[in-house]
């Protein structure tokens, strides 16, 4: 396992974590001043600034991507299933352009949660068929393109607003199935957040292996969490063991980087080099 206590040269940041305290290129700036290396963008974040800006400001940087924030949203009545398949191509174009290294996939919940305007369902073994479906047909752009993608599992209390995949062997499953030979274009976002409860996470981890582990998340799970999408913690707040998550993807051969990603209405109340600074001490301590 890798030693991250003695610099941060395997952090990247999730540009969400500090969405309130800046623009994108004010972000970028802000983390080639600490010496952080890496970002996974949002697109609306890329979007604010325009796409051509944020690549120019990533490239005058000198940071890379640790992935690319988000495709996905599968879930759609028949009326926006061409909306979203183009959709999922323009996040790919994007995600070249960035120079990213895969896309972070949200598979999608019900269909009136997933995309604007579609008709309400309560049938979530409809929309489980639809992400499996809808990852088939993007992954035939995304191969043409050389742009991984990586499914991540979210915890199952956004079932039906977010994403309908909600284990890593559930992840898994789809990867097996869709990408039988492990070509690398397809494999799994592993967030602590999402899976830290998982009894079979160690085992899944195993099963996943090296050329399916495309991205690790880190944060922390807050006792109690008073809001189920912003009140997510800084590692060491919480009750994960992020240590041995992380020992379990790197005994499978992962030497990405370790992305922080905080979701927080505390955290976005906090000055952006606050929030840097105790990333990066938290992250050689606790990660
Ligand atoms: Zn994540």
């Not at 020992?247 to 922080?260: K, P």
């Amino acid at each position: 396992m890798r030693d991250f206590s003695v610099d941060h040269r395997w952090l990247s940041l999730n540009t969400a974590t500090v969405r309130k305290q800046g623009s994108l290129v004010e972000i970028v700036e802000a983390c080639a001043r600490r010496g952080i290396r890496a970002i996974d963008p949002w697109r609306d974040q890329v979007a604010s600034v325009g796409l051509d800006r944020a690549v120019r400001a990533v490239r005058d940087a000198g940071l890379e991507l640790s992935g690319y924030c988000r495709g996905g949203m599968f879930v759609a009545d028949a009326a926006h299933r061409i909306e979203v398949r183009d959709d999922n191509r323009r996040v790919i174009d994007e995600a070249k352009a960035l120079g990213a290294p895969c896309i972070v996939l949200v598979a999608g919940g019900l269909p009136q949660y997933s995309r604007v305007g579609s008709a309400a369902s309560r049938d979530i073994a409809q929309a489980r068929t639809q992400v499996h479906d809808g990852i088939a047909e993007m992954l035939e752009y995304a191969t043409q393109a050389n742009m991984p993608l990586a499914i991540e599992p979210l915890h199952p209390a956004y079932a039906a607003d977010r994403a309908c995949v909600n284990t890593t062997r559930q992840a898994l499953d789809l990867c097996d199935a869709l990408d039988p030979k492990r070509t690398g274009m397809l494999g799994v976002a592993l967030d602590v957040y999402h899976i830290w409860w998982d009894f079979e996470l160690m085992p899944q981890i195993t099963r996943a292996g090296k050329d399916r582990l495309l991205a690790f998340h880190v944060c922390d799970w807050l006792v109690p969490t008073k809001d189920i999408l912003n009140d997510r913690g800084m590692m060491g707040d919480g009750v994960i063991d992020i240590k041995s998550v992380r020992a379990a993807v790197e005994a499978q051969g992962f030497a990405g980087y370790s992305e922080i990603e905080i979701f927080s209405n505390a955290w976005w109340q906090k000055p952006m080099d606050e929030v840097l600074w105790t990333c990066i001490e938290r992250h050689r301590s606790v990660v």
